[in-house]
């Protein structure tokens, strides 16, 4: 009889939208004859932020397989990151109709998002050949590092400083 070993959860940690994290799933067949992985799936709360190979497979007694799966965050909005989970489902032959083993996948998604404290800054009449300073405030209230390139009036005569900085989240 083929014994699948102990499927144990993955954690991807942490990762910003659009990256991949990869991680190496290894399943192992203690029993005497051969075992069959006739598929792997995703189910659960967050399966379209993970990503297996499509593939069957067999592992002969006392082998092992190894597999890459990913953690690849998608969500666009704010209020959409931080932990994701999904079950990944492996359907194979332990028993004469067929059985399944489940391994809990965890990832957690990270995004930066802005928050200006004010939306326009009025100067009022200022003199020629002098100048006004006004000040707003940026905050990152993601949870991934906010990395702002570049910053622009749409006056020439208006001068934003810093131009480019980044900020942790908070």
Do not use: C
């Not at 990395?147 to 400083?161: E, G, H």
Request: charged share 15%.
């Amino acid at each position: 009889i083929p014994i699948m070993g102990e499927a144990t959860s993955t954690d991807f940690g942490s990762a910003s939208v659009g990256a991949r994290v990869e991680r190496e799933i290894t399943l192992t067949n203690r029993g005497t004859k051969s075992l069959t992985v006739f598929s792997l799936a995703l189910f659960g709360t967050h399966p379209g932020e993970f990503d297996v190979p499509d593939a069957q497979f067999t592992i002969a007694p006392n082998d092992s397989y190894t597999f890459t799966a990913a953690f690849v965050p998608t969500t666009v909005l704010n209020k959409e990151v931080g932990d994701k989970s999904a079950q990944l489902v492996l359907t194979h032959e332990l028993t004469p109709f067929g059985s399944t083993t489940t391994i809990p996948l965890f990832g957690r998604a990270l995004s930066p998002a802005i928050e200006v404290s004010r939306d326009r800054l009025e100067f009022g009449s200022v003199r020629l050949g002098l100048s006004a300073t006004k000040k707003f405030s940026v905050t990152n209230v993601g949870n991934g590092t906010l990395s702002v390139n570049s910053v622009s009036a749409t006056s020439p005569t208006v001068q934003i400083l810093p131009a480019s900085f980044s900020l942790e989240p908070g």
